[in-house]
């Protein structure tokens, strides 16, 4: 009988009869609880009213506790985490989106294969762009402005020999360094006398009344190495360096080297970074373009740039510039330049031997004459100005900006200017908000930064500088407020204002403070050379990333690519892109600590220094 009943069973359950079973009154029990849960709901929904008030409660305990358990674990795995390589020696000075070999290939031509083209160029190769062989850490500023390691650029001693005149009498080649001064510390390049002759040429009675005059900062096109930009930031005007991309003797890459500001950029097929009405005074001295080339196109991009009453300032010998029509000649400009400087309301103010100076009118009322060949004004909104393609008319003319230099505030915007561009509350909150910050980083941060430089073994003993840091990026300037408050504490060193191009309204306010700014798409790397900034600073840039579905890695191996060896970076963000930014600056190798504000927020500090890996 037993037998029967268990031959029964084996059929009905299978081999294995009682584990069967087993699962089978497991079922049954759950089935009877969820029938009499649907008879009697009143008793469960008493029941669960009476923790609902305490899960309600705790669930933020719960979830940051969850939060805090995940870091936690994060943290712990983060040291078995394979730190990233070294790129390959060839792209110790490799600058991104400047593969002219690739460019060809997409079919660019007519020099447009020089240009910036960062759609064609997508080898993001994660790997730590090496320090070249002789790499030395930078002299301290103000020394580094004179005295660089000739290790530290891209520039053969048979280059320097090779240069031009004027290059020779710019630098001096001393064994392992160049010098851009004399044994007794002057300047011996005459850039004192050339800039007091501009200054004459546009009616002062020197170069220290160019604040007075309304010109306060610079666009120094193909700007050599540096020299006169050096001189114009001594006097307090801003002065940016740009030049085109040079796989080797960089202009940019020197310039940046000696501490000066510089970006890669040219006139070529796109318009520059910049809104209009960007600066006070733009200038040449042989920068090699030709201005007359497609029709003018780079005569229209200088006007674009130029505030109402600006100085576009042309040193040139007097020869044609290949097979060029706006030739110089002796006491005059030909025909052909000076109907078209007229046609976009250019006035010759001066001539000197090499050297015209012109200046934007600022009579609005200028552009919109009817007259025979008058061009057309641009349409629509304009300050958004990345890369676009040169447009044959005239623009900014709709600008609400549409002040002459000469009527601007000296010193600071008034409050009219203010208007413009903020609410002059919000402005005070900013302001106030990074002194504090500043405070904050400097308490922070001294001595190791923004004091003497401990000696390293093996060196000798460090000149006595001011700070160690000679110029900051901030990555996400907002209304450039970092930048004022270091002016502010007076302390010595410049800023790139980075505004992505989704914020692209607050640079025009920047620039009109009289500071140095630069749109860019942070999905794409910056132009410039590798180590050529000192601190990189960046104030939710890492959530603003996420909004706008761009890489974190690629970000931090962009900064790593400009960040000098021993440089610094703080981040300021919320606590979950900090933690993972962290995670990922120790696979760089990067020295990195998370600092908790402790103001009650989710806001977090990840203070980084990029080591100097020696080979």
Known sequence: MRNSWFHKLSLIFGPRPLLNWLLLCLVSIFVLIALFGSSYPSAFDSASASVRSDIYANYRRLKEQAA??????????????????????????????????????????????????????????????????????????????????????????????????????????????????S????????????????AEMIGLGSDTEFLQAGVRNVLDIGCGFGSFSAHLLSLKLMALCMAAYEPTGSQVQLALERGLPAIIGNFISRQLPFPPLSYDMVHCTQCGIVWDDKDGLFLLEVDRLLRLGGYFVLTSPRSRQRGSS???????????????????CWNLLAQQEETFVWQKTADAQCYTYSKKGTLPLCSGDDAHSYYRPLPHCVGGTESKRWIPIQKRSFGSLSSVELEVHVNPEDFSEDMEFWRSA???????????????????????????????VRNVMDMRAN???LNA????????????????????????????RGLTGILHDWCEPFPTYPRTYDMLHAKGLLSHLALEGCSMIDLLFEMDRILRPEGWVIISDEVGPIERARTLATQLRWEARVIDLQNGSDQRLLVCQKPFLRK
């Open 183 to 198: 044994d007794n510390g002057m300047i011996i390049d005459g850039v004192r006398d050339y800039s007091h002759q501009i």
């Open 326 to 344: 706006m030739n110089i000649k002796k006491g005059s400009m030909s025909i052909p330049f000076e109907e078209f400087t007229q046609k976009i």
């Open 479 to 481: 209304y450039g407020g």
């Open 68 to 181: 805090g358990d995940y870091l936690e674990l994060r943290n712990l795995v983060t040291d078995h985490v394979k730190d990233f390589g070294l790129c390959w020696k060839e792209r110790e000075n490799y600058v991104p989106c400047y593969n002219v070999s690739a460019n060809l290939l997409a079919g660019f031509q007519n020099e447009e294969e020089f240009d910036r083209h960062c759609e064609i160029s997508r080898d993001r190769h994660h790997c730590l762009v090496r320090p070249p062989k002789d790499y030395k850490i930078p002299l301290t500023w103000p020394t580094s402005r004179d005295v660089i390691w000739s290790g530290n650029v891209k520039l053969s001693k048979d280059q320097f020999l090779s240069s031009g005149s004027m290059t020779k009498r710019l630098m001096l080649l001393e064994e392992n360094q160049i010098s851009f001064r």
């Open 438 to 468: 500043l405070r904050n980083y400097w308490s922070l941060l001294s001595p190791l930064i923004f004091s003497d430089h401990p000696k390293r073994p093996g060196d000798e003993d460090p000149l006595p500088p001011y700070n160690m």
């Open 485 to 512: 408050a270091l002016l502010e504490a007076r302390k010595s060193v410049w800023v790139m204002n980075v505004v992505p191009i989704s914020e692209y309204k607050t640079l025009p306010f920047i620039l009109d």
